[in-house]
Each structure stands twice: as C-alpha cells, then as structure tokens.
C-alpha cells in the first residue's frame, strides 16, 4: 500500500516541529486515550489510556509489594484542622484544595478538603498505630484519586483530579527514613526504564521545589521531545516534621519515647503524558511493549478469502495463550485503515497474514517503533514476537536516551544557559541560593530541576553561574512542564 | 495446648449469640481489617482488609472483562446542573451528597457534588461517544470511591465514602439492556459463591427498593448469622430513563435516530462485612481460600530447636512456589498465642511444623472451619493443601447454605411473618402494592427483599399477606441492614 495514502490518514494529526502542544492534543484524542469532560480541568481516562495506567499499576504494585510495602485505604475528606497541623504543609496546599461545606442539606461544622495529598489523615492515624518499635517500619502504599484546583490544565500532565499511588512510610531511625526515600527513588528510576523506557536524571529537589513540609525531596525527571522536562515521580524524606505535627511517637527497645521520622513518594496518571512525549511520532503514539494494551495487532489482508481469517484467529490463539496482548481486527475497514488506526494508538508491532504467506507459511510483521518490515516463518513465530517486543523497548529506551545526552548541555554563563534550556537540559554550577533561582526562572524560563548526587557531580566551574559567587555543586536546568 | 488457654485470648471478643453487633465491630477491629478514622463516617481500610479487597477486586475484574467489559475513569465532581437531569435520579441521591463550594479560595460558579454514582456523568459522555450503532454495545466499568452522607454508619456496611465497581453500559435494544443486567446478576451470583462462599438469593427489588431513576433493579440477596439480610450487589435495568434525560442517541442500521438503553451495576466493600458476617464464629474472621491473604499460617512448634525453622521455611517456598499465599510466623510470641493470632484473623489452614514432626516428616495441619486436626506426610503437602482449600470453600458453602434455609420459613398469615423475620428470611405472598409493604415494615420491622424470578415462583397462596387480595407472586422478606 502507498505511503502517501497512508500519509493522508493521519494529516489531522499536527507535527511534533510545528504545534508540540497541537501534536500532544491530537495524539491523547484521536489515539481515544482521553477526553474532556463537563467538568472544568477534569479528564475522562477512556478504556485504551486506562488500560495502560492499569499495566503501569500492576507493574509498580508488584515493585511495591517485593520491597516490603502493603497497600491500605484512608478516607478521600480531611477536616480543615487536621490539614493545618503542619505548617508549610497546609501553607503549600490550601491554596489549590477543593472544600466540602455541605453534607446532604446540611452546612457541616467543619469544613473539610478533598485530599491534595494524604500525609494528615495518614499521620493521624499512624500516631495510634505506632506505639512501639516493634510496630516499625510501618511501609503502606495508596491507590487513590486527589483533587488539587489547578488554573490551567492539560489531560495527563495537571488536571484538577487525578489518579496516583502515594507510599507512607514511619520509620525508627533518620537514616532508616533517608535509605526508604533512596530505595523508592531507585524503584521509580528502574520502573521508568525497565517498563516505561523512559530513562530519567535522579537527584534532590531544590528547597524552592520540595514538596510542602519536606526535608528533602528527590525526582526522577525525564526529557520530552520538546526539550522540556517532566518531573515524573517524587520521594520525599520528611524527617520528623510531620511526626512532632502529629504525635507520632514509638517506645525504644530502651524504653524512651521517641519521634518517628517519616517519608512520602508518589507517581500518578501525568506518566502516561510522559510516555506519549518521549516516544510518540508524527503518526501518533508509540507505546513501550509492557504498557500496550495491545501488543501484537494482526490484520487479516484480503480477509474474504478462504483460510485468511482462520489463519489470522489461529495465530491469535497461539500467542494469546503465551500470555501476549493480541488482538485480530476483523472489521469491515481497509487494510490501510487498519495499518493507520494501530500506528496511531502505538501498537508495538503489527501482524500481516494474507492468503501469500499461508502458502509461504509466514507473516509479515512490523515494528511500530522503527517502521522496520519483517517476513517471519509462522514455525518461528512466538521466539520472535519475544524477541521483537524485547528489541522494541531496547530500541526505544535507547532512542530516547541519545536524544537526551543530544539535548543536554554544559553552560558556564548565562548566554549559554538561556540557549541551553531553549530546547533542552541544561548543566550548571548553582549556589544553591534561591535568589540565583528566582534569577534565573525570570531571564531564561528555566527551572531548577535536580541536582545530582555527589557520587555523579562533576564540577564545570567553581562558580555559580548566575551570581558568580563559589559554587560546588552542578544542578540540571530546564524549561518543565 | 491447653483449649482453656487458647479461649482466653479470644475473651475479648463478645459472642455472637450475646451481641452480635458487637462482636462485628470486635471482629473487624481485633483482626485488624479496618479503623475508625477522624472523619465522621469515614472509615480506614487497614492493609489486611484492603489485601481482602484486592483479591476479590481482582477475582470480580477477571469477571468483567471475560464478559467483555473494559475499565475507565470518570470525575469524581459532578457539577449540580448535571445531577439534576434525571428528575427521580435527583430526588433519591440530593439528601445524601456531599457539595463542594470552594475551589481554593475561591467560590465557585456552580457548586459541584461528590459522585454518589457516576450514572450523570458518564452518560453525559456517552451522549458524545455513541454516535452510530457500530459504537454500541458500550460496556465499561469504573473503579472508583463514592460518597454518600449517611446519618448511622458501621464500617464495611453503610460508611459515607466507600469503594465500589461501578458498570455502565448502553445498548441499541431494550431486550439487549435487559440481559445486561440480567448476566451481570449472574456474574454477581457466581462471584458470591464460588470466591466468598455465600450463597445468594437473586430477584427483583420492589418499586420502593429501587434505584432511583431505574426501570428494573435486581439484587443479590444474602443471609447473616443473625437471620438478617445483606443486599450484596445490585443490577439495574435503566430502561432509556438516562438516554432521554442525558440524550444517548445513535443513528440505527436503517438509518432512524434512535435512544440508547442503558444498565448500570454495582458492588462494593460492603460485601467485606457480608464474608465475615457469614462465615465468621467466635474466635473471630473465617475467611474463604480464595480472598484469604494468608491461606497458610506455618506455626514453627519449638522453633529454638536445631532444623525447625529451616523446615518451617522450606516448606513456605515449595508453598509459595505453587502459588499459594503463606506466611512463616517466626516471632517470639507463644505457639499459643500464634494459633489465636491466625484463627483471629481468618486463615484457613494452620501448618505447624515440629522436632518430632520432622522426625516423622510430616506436619500438623488444622483447618480453620471445622478445627479438624491433620497429620500429612511432607510428600504428600501440596496435594492435601489444594484439597483441603478446596474443601474449606465447599465446608462454609454448604454450611452457609443449610443455615439460610434452616432460617427460611414460609408465611401465609402476618403472625408467620412477623416470627419468620425474628432472625431469619420469610417467603409470602405480596400483592405488589406499596400499601403493603409499608405496613409490613411498620408491623414487623422486614422490608422486601426480593421477589425470585417465573422460574424460582412457588405458589403458597392466592392472597397478599397483607391485604389478603389477589396475590399472584412470592417475595422475600426480611430484615436488612
């Protein structure tokens, strides 16, 4: 079939060079992801995009579970009292939570939030919980929704509500706390690769970009194809602030009362986003074979004839049954159609059986990632759907790691980060001074976004880049979303 | 080990003959499966409670997506216009929401409430969805929290929020709906009994019974050890009274504009409080295998003694191995102390493992249901444990089954009916009226609970209990939580 036929079909896509943000909107549409709904900065997560969140929660509960942690349930509503127990925390929140005053027909005593975040009602509770250190650690993840009232929205990315996990961890001991903060990190990092292909910088947050009511706080953050960085997960080592708000306490072996030190971690929905900014092309999505719904597409070509479709279901069975997601499209569309409709929604690879290959008994298959055309004999077959799903998550991870290292840049004056950020990462010595960050956010649009740790600083400068004064720690700098 | 000694753990547990109750709420706090939370109403869902929710979630998921459904995700927030559309839909939810006035600080334009259900704003999406009858049937389910403002709340039973499966589907044909929602029921029926052990009555819910804004609703219907009724998932055939209101329409094969018929289906955390009002006795939760987060408690006997713990984990990987979700209790608790712990919360088969049965190379095996104890040769471990699950689920099955209908009595005259409902489930002849059915709930404290399908009808009488006209169909009546 004509590339240019098959070119026409996607024209109501935009392109990546010319409309980004245009290119981002078409794909989550038309690749049937999500939708808008009545409600202002609320999305509706459709069955395609929420399938793939559901393969990304079984993977990461699965990573939560093998590092110790349970999942619980705690209540979506926080008393207002509650949530200003700890003061930066409320300071940082208040501001964008949405407010229940009314039960039924009722105006209630006291107003309560919709939960932004659950460290109050989670600590109120681990302070009954937790009485001894026999009772520690205590490691409970959440699935849940959150609401935080967000100004300007784009599906995924910031929605007023939107889906997560957050992990809650007590701990005996400060470093018992800073070591969980580590370790979820490093899981966040290794799920973002190993299952996302996305690869992502590691490092801490500057105090400006913690989360409220942290200590510290650590990312992973990744590189769009905008240049443009995605904060994709955060853990969070909250010392024992939020344990001295909320009387969290345990008996040492020794008998004395002590403060609990607590984390928190979470990730959300906005990785799907990220998902779709590192890997999709001009054709639509191209989804990382752990997360696609549908692996394997086969398409039946010239389907009216004999065995074709027999065929085509055989092949169904044989690799549904080894566990791979497959799906036969049998529909009264083109082939052309067809071939469209699974690159837009990022099929890993595509099936082609026609009434030549039974004869020749093989298929022809091809990538969605390189576009690559394969004649595979069907005896064959499933060792090279494995081996083709393996080289397509390879393959993507690796692309998206070049087109990183390709954007990131060293800068020691200001020119050279402002052009740096201006489609990429950038690295900086930084003083670690707010006023250097504000400073830099209003000449050059970028943020702060982690700095590494000490094992992988390398020092560019002995100065910080924007107020020259000694520097010694390099941070990354980009524009985010 | 002395069984005085073993009973004096449990003291602090009420009987179910004395307080039932009571001994719920000791239950499901003692075992550890919920708390009570600061919010009023709401409760916590501790991690054993929730890893029971998890388990049937995905046993219920498996379901549903074998019948053809998919998963999605739709707001929480429901803006009060939209709720307001289907005019009995309004009128039996508006009581019992809870508004949301303030999006940060500010007031909004039209207050929006928590979804009590999602019927509203998941047909005002599928009023842009279904356009053709290519896009029909439309089966999705939503796994969601909702929010309902309950005056009385019992944790698991009636809470303002809780978490439920919410299924939505619309179809081209009124017939087409009406079987939706009569497989649905089916699956619901199977699920009770084949993954809780609880045998369930199914059948219509009267006029005032239903959903409000349903055509038809049908329930699962189960009976608790103390003779009342438990409302454990429902079905409702929504004729095109949501198609209308929120306009679901598609352009027919012929060509004509035509309205969708839509069905709706739910079940919830509730049937948590059903699996341990049915199965559990005075020693706390009996949980069946298959929603069982421990189905093996190994018990270490002597475990100081030279080969005790390294048989104890041995036999927890050749278990776990299989598949099978165990755990090793190596703490430095008593052996006494652990068989309580483990009877408390419901674990199916306790293994104790010691010197002398090592010797032997055999285990004692105790089951949970009927406190039989077993020897079982170490070769023979995996065979006797698959069988002895199985068992269990067949032994509080069949023993749940024999106590509902020891407890089901039919009534011809309101003296019969009023000692029926003292403690258990009454058939009789109802003329349908609603006359009547308050008056029956004002004489003896029993609501309808569901009147069985042509099938299932038998012919006690010819006359309403009530009002004694002509009467041509049975129904069940008890009391409800």
Redesign the interface.
């Given at each position: 079939m004509a590339r240019q036929k098959e070119a026409d079909f996607v024209t109501h896509i935009a392109s990546r060079a010319h409309d980004f943000p245009q290119w981002y909107t078409d794909v989550i549409l038309k690749a049937d992801m999500v939708?808008y709904?009545?409600?202002k900065g609320?999305?509706?997560?459709?069955?395609y995009g929420?399938?793939v969140?559901?393969l990304m929660q079984s993977e990461m509960d699965r990573r939560f579970k093998d590092t110790g942690h349970?999942?619980?349930?705690?209540?979506?509503?926080?008393?207002e009292s509650?949530l200003q127990k700890e003061a930066e925390h409320v300071e940082g929140f208040a501001?964008?939570?949405?407010?229940?005053?009314?039960?039924?027909?009722q105006e209630l005593q006291e107003?309560?939030c919709?939960r932004p975040t659950s460290e109050t009602?989670i600590c109120?509770?681990y302070s009954?919980?937790i009485q001894s250190y026999r009772d520690l650690p205590l490691l409970?993840n959440q699935w849940?929704?959150v609401?935080r009232?967000e100004k300007s929205t784009r599906p995924f990315l910031r929605t007023?509500?939107f889906?997560w996990q957050e992990g809650h961890t007590a701990h005996a001991t400060s470093d018992e706390a800073r070591q969980e903060a580590a370790t979820m990190l490093e899981v966040y990092k290794e799920f973002a690769e190993n299952v996302l292909a996305i690869p992502v910088l590691t490092g801490q947050k500057s105090e400006k970009e913690k989360f409220a009511g942290a200590e510290a706080t650590f990312a992973i953050e990744a590189m769009m194809q905008d240049g443009k960085a995605l904060q994709m997960g955060t853990t969070h080592y909250l010392g024992d602030h939020f344990s001295r708000a909320y009387d969290i306490t345990y008996l040492s072996k020794e008998g004395k009362l002590e403060y609990c030190y607590t984390t928190s971690w979470g990730t959300s929905t906005r990785m799907i986003g990220g998902v779709i900014m590192v890997h999709g092309d001009d054709r639509g999505l191209v989804l990382p074979p752990t997360i696609a719904p549908i692996q394997v597409a086969i398409v039946p070509v010239a389907q009216h004839k004999a065995g074709v479709l027999d065929k085509a279901y055989e092949l169904h069975r044989e690799l549904a049954s080894l566990g791979y997601r497959v799906k036969v499209d049998a529909s009264d569309q083109s082939a052309g159609w067809k071939f469209n409709e699974y690159e837009l929604k990022g099929v890993p690879l595509r099936l082609e059986v026609g009434p030549k290959d039974i004869e020749k008994d093989q298929v022809v298959i091809v990538r969605r990632d390189t576009h690559d055309k394969l004649f595979v004999p069907i005896p064959q077959l499933a060792d090279s759907i494995d081996e083709l799903l393996k080289d397509v998550h390879a393959t993507l991870l690796a692309r998206a790691l070049d087109f990183r290292e390709n954007k990131t840049v060293n800068a020691v004056t200001m020119e050279e980060l402002a052009a740096g950020v201006n489609g990429g990462f950038v690295r900086a010595m930084w003083c670690g001074d707010r006023a250097c960050e504000d400073s830099i956010k209003a000449q050059t649009g970028a943020t702060t976004r982690c700095t590494p740790p000490d094992e992988l600083q390398i020092h560019l400068d002995t100065k910080c880049i924007c107020c020259g004064r000694e520097a010694e720690r390099l941070t990354y700098f980009a524009k985010a979303y």
């Open positions: 939708d709904s009545i409600v609320c999305m509706v997560i459709k069955p929420y399938r969140w559901e349970v999942n619980a349930y705690f209540p979506l509503l926080i008393p509650l501001p964008e939570v949405a407010w229940v005053t009314h039960g039924g027909n107003r309560l919709i009602i109120s509770m009954k919980w409970i849940a929704n609401v009232w007023s509500e889906l």
